[in-house]
């Protein structure tokens, strides 16, 4: 018997009570959100057409350092959280590295990913605010399963725009969101304005995150018991994530542990910012210094090639601008890209820290991925998502420097989900006919060209 | 906040470190296996060529009441163990019931059920007997993947035979077991005597469980370095299954609290048996009186439609004969029953208490069992597997009484796994093309003339 367990989990007492919002420690704030038509700076009231009034200010809020989670999202969050942090044993055995490698796994619930964290308190103020619906959009599928099991959990509608090319391949993640009763559109669609233009001049596109989120909030436009909700890059989602980080910090206290690297894969930043937040508060304040590092996929390189730049959140360029690294809101990953990590931009307060030199940031090939997911499923038994399968490769990487230079490292990574939706982008890796892709010079400018002329 | 937690853990020192083996407190035992040649009763010994000796020593231990559980197995649990007691406190509101009820979740590992706990005892029993393969056959695919996981974590080769109507329909349950480097064949199969048989008496059959156990025990009779591991039925599953029953009943004590009834899903027995065993430990030695309710789908109904007698295991009559509630090996369910719960006959031991009137059984149409898990989803927010489909639909007809007559009872049942992999028949359900399908009496005799004659 060890003297640290395998898992622990806080008790349900402990879930925290307040959401921790780091803005606050910032010393210096991401740049304001422009309006799309004027480029004028946006305030909070200016965003309520299109989310709900509370995570609106939210959105805005650089001074409130902790906002209280309303006690209807603590019951429900009691469902599913506090979610375990655990200790690699089998697969630091298996590295023989001196390091110490804990992991914090959100993927124990339907999701299969901490996507309800955020879909909890989305769904929960559209209730309060008396809305019938919701709108969203989803790559992977994660986001959607999530906001459809909340919005069934509170008793609202929910409409889901699904990237068309994931919508076909993975018809069970449809399943399970119409198992909870969510409506579910494959996009670019017919429904929407900006899914004809774009089916009109692209009849054959599979679609992509930015054009499914332009058609979710069109549709939610109309209606005034609807509203949009968006699952990673805004300040709201990752200030509902800092659950994860909070918990992480609470659970490795208990165990006298204090992380030197926290390791978070990289999309639009829901994971990854969630995971550092409690680590981050530390850094900003000067108690401590752990190293961040954010883990993207070769073929969706946004903070390791893009440009630091102001930049429309969608493809439809309906959502206000936000300064962000970015490779374009008219980049799409390579077709050969699986799993999410798809989004051309960064979360602009993730931007903000990169850019201010508080972050890392490493490039990581989707079979060197797979490998790391393939060896994670084996020694620690638990089968990755595609996504957490980067932090997996980055964690692994920085265990083997610990056994080269012999230092006994604590290392935190995020294991944002699990895999079990995703068995085709395994079946391929298996297979060798997974292929990698990072994009050519000429495939970064053609990404660039579409950035909007701004400053 | 609620005085009983949504989740009750025990901590991982709080394992259980011995199995429960409830035939040490059984009145009358089973009849015994016999030869399937001599008509023989069996020894210990005679199981050697089939299974690993340690297990066949636990098969025929009618009078060991605790045995302990092997170190590096209680170190493998520490993976995935404890599971959680969960509190239904948002099914409890929406049935407006009075009934507490609580179900003991063993799906939340890569697996997705409670397979795992035997399937970590036999790979390391595989091991520590110096073997380096086993070979099993798996129905819905639980089994199968949580065979390829333990083998993965010991370090064994695998063979699974794979019912092929499941093989075609499930390729993510494929997929899954050859990420755990499981190597999975379509059954019946041209590698085996007994599966070139059937294959050509019935070259479209789309498989059975029974022959797929045939052909999974024909391949590893040749091989001195190869044992045959079955996932339930078995006294040896059942050992391994308690775990469930010792933790479940170790959760409610913490809690103060002791159920009126116990609801088990029921196919071969491992789920139910496990779950019941602390409480039917209570109820053979006089100190408490829980009622034992085993819920099986109308399609498959060997204990309230079957016979009492001797029968074969498998398909191919290459097995021992068990004494058991069966169907006839010959009888085979309706294709359009979806999920496990297939098999026809039920685990000798628990037989003999059904048999004895220790326990209650139930039939359900599996559209009633899909009502109640899609109930339970959006309530619960756990997506279950049809399987527990079962249990789930008679608990909440327990609570529903309950409403009905004003009492406060406590229900445990078992949420035996997850429905991630089973989303077509979610789909079938969802789109009203599943059907429901008791079998006639004319198709209940034609499996019974498939019994052997032996009393």
Chains 1, 2 share one sequence.
């Not at 989310?51 to 969050?77: G, H, K, S």
């Not at 204090?258 to 930043?269: L, N, T």
């Not at 995703?422 to 660039?448: C, I, K, V, W």
Request: glycine fraction near 8%; charge should be negative; include cysteine.
């Amino acid at each position: 018997m060890t003297t640290i367990p395998y898992k622990t989990y806080l008790t349900e007492d402990e879930i925290p009570r307040r959401y921790y919002n780091f803005r606050a420690d910032m010393p210096q704030q991401h740049a304001p959100f422009l309006h799309p038509g004027t480029l004028q700076p946006l305030q909070a009231q200016d965003l309520y057409p299109i989310f709900c009034e509370e995570l609106c200010n939210i959105e805005m809020d650089t001074t409130t350092r902790y906002i209280d989670i309303p006690e209807a999202v603590l019951d429900y969050y009691r469902t599913f959280r506090p979610s375990p942090l655990i200790r690699a044993y089998h697969l630091e055995k298996a590295l023989d590295t001196p390091a110490k490698i804990y992991y914090k796994f959100e993927g124990n619930n339907t999701s299969g990913s901490h996507k309800l964290n955020a879909a909890a308190l989305m769904a929960y103020y559209a209730k309060a605010q008396g809305l019938k619906s919701l709108t969203t959009e989803t790559g992977a599928g994660q986001w959607g399963t999530a906001l459809a099991m909340a919005c069934a959990y509170y008793g609202l509608d929910l409409t889901v725009y699904m990237v068309k090319v994931s919508f076909e391949q993975k018809p069970f993640r449809k399943a399970v969101i119409e198992t909870y009763g969510g409506k579910i559109i494959a996009s670019p669609s017919g429904t929407t304005e900006v899914g004809r233009k774009i089916l009109a001049e692209n009849p054959d596109t599979g679609g992509s995150l930015g054009c499914a989120i332009s058609e979710a909030i069109e549709a939610s436009m109309g209606d005034d018991n609807c509203r949009y909700a968006l699952g990673s890059v805004l300040n709201q989602v990752l200030v509902a994530q800092s659950v994860i980080g909070l918990e992480s910090k609470a659970a490795m206290e208990k165990l006298g542990e204090y992380p030197d690297i926290v390791i978070g894969c990289a999309g639009g930043g829901s994971n990854l910012g969630g995971l550092i937040s409690a680590f981050l508060q530390d850094k900003l304040t000067g108690k401590a210094n752990p190293r961040f590092i954010a883990v993207e996929p070769a073929s969706c390189p946004s903070l390791t090639r893009g440009v630091y730049a102001y930049d429309f959140c969608d493809t439809g360029r309906i959502t206000p601008l936000a300064k962000m690294y970015t490779l374009g809101s008219g980049f799409i990953p390579s077709p050969n890209h699986a799993g999410g990590l798809r989004y051309h931009g960064m979360a602009p307060s993730l931007s903000r820290l990169y850019h201010d030199g508080y972050m890392e940031a490493i490039a990581v090939e989707q079979n060197k991925a797979f490998n790391a997911a393939v060896t994670f499923a084996k020694h620690e038994q638990i089968l990755p998502a595609p996504e957490s399968a980067h932090a997996i490769y980055s964690a692994i990487e920085e265990a083997l420097k610990c056994k080269e230079s012999g230092e006994a490292k604590t290392i935190l990574f995020g294991l944002s989900g699990t895999g079990y939706f995703d068995m085709n982008a395994y079946m391929a890796h298996l297979s060798g006919t997974m292929t990698d892709h990072a994009p050519s010079d000429e495939e970064l400018r053609q990404g660039f060209a579409t950035l909007p002329q701004v400053e």
